[in-house]
C-alpha cells in the first residue's frame, strides 16, 4: 500500500478572499494567532491554530521579503538617475510571487502566459515613460545651457546668466 500523504490546510485553503484581506491587515498591525482566530471564530470561521499559524507565518514571511525589497529599492531610487530601481524590485517580487504560486498549486497556468504578457506591457512602458524622462531632462539642460550662453553674449552678468538657467533647470539655491 502505497503511503498517504496529507495536504497540510491553511487559512487560505478555507476562508473568503475578503476574510484573508481581513486577516493579511490584521497581521500587518500585529495581531497575535489567538485575537485573529477569535476574530475569525466571531464572524463563523472555525480555523485551527495549526492552520492559522501556517497562513501567517508564509504571509508574514512574505510581507518581510517585500518590506526589504521596498526599502533597498528606496535607497536605490534615491539617485535621480535610478527611476526604474523600484520597477526591477517589483519584477523579482512579482517572478518570485508567480514561481511560488505554480509550486504550491495556487495558479492556473493556462493563465500564466496572458499574465506575464500584461506585466512584460506594464514593463515596457514604464521604460518607454523613463526613457522620455531622461530625454526632457536632457533637452532642458540644453536649453538652459543655450538661454545661459546668449544671456552672457547679450551682456548680462555672470551671476545673472546663472540665475537664469538655475531657473530654467528648477534649482532651487
Do not use: H, W
Not at 536605490?76 to 509550486?103: K, N
Amino acid at each position: 500500500m502505497p503511503p498517504r500523504t496529507c495536504k497540510k490546510s491553511s487559512a487560505a485553503d478555507v476562508l473568503p478572499p475578503e476574510m484573508l484581506e481581513q486577516v493579511d491587515r490584521l497581521l500587518v498591525e500585529g495581531s497575535s494567532f489567538e485575537e485573529i482566530g477569535k476574530f475569525l471564530s466571531d464572524r463563523g470561521f472555525d480555523i485551527g491554530k495549526t492552520a492559522l499559524g501556517r497562513y501567517g507565518k508564509d504571509f508574514l514571511q512574505s510581507y518581510q521579503r517585500l518590506k526589504i525589497i521596498e526599502e533597498k529599492s528606496r535607497a536605490l531610487a534615491s539617485d535621480d538617475d535610478s527611476g526604474l530601481v523600484l520597477e526591477e524590485a517589483a519584477s523579482r517580487l512579482f517572478a518570485l510571487m508567480i514561481i511560488e504560486a505554480q509550486l504550491s498549486g495556487k495558479i492556473d497556468l493556462k493563465l500564466l502566459p496572458k499574465l506575464l504578457s500584461d506585466f512584460a506591457r506594464l514593463q515596457s512602458s514604464n521604460v518607454q515613460r523613463e526613457r522620455l524622462r531622461r530625454e526632457f531632462k536632457r533637452r532642458v539642460e540644453k536649453a538652459a545651457a543655450e538661454v545661459e550662453q546668449s544671456a552672457r553674449g547679450a551682456g548680462l552678468s555672470d551671476t545673472a546668466a546663472e540665475e537664469i538657467r538655475r531657473k530654467i533647470l528648477g534649482l532651487s539655491e
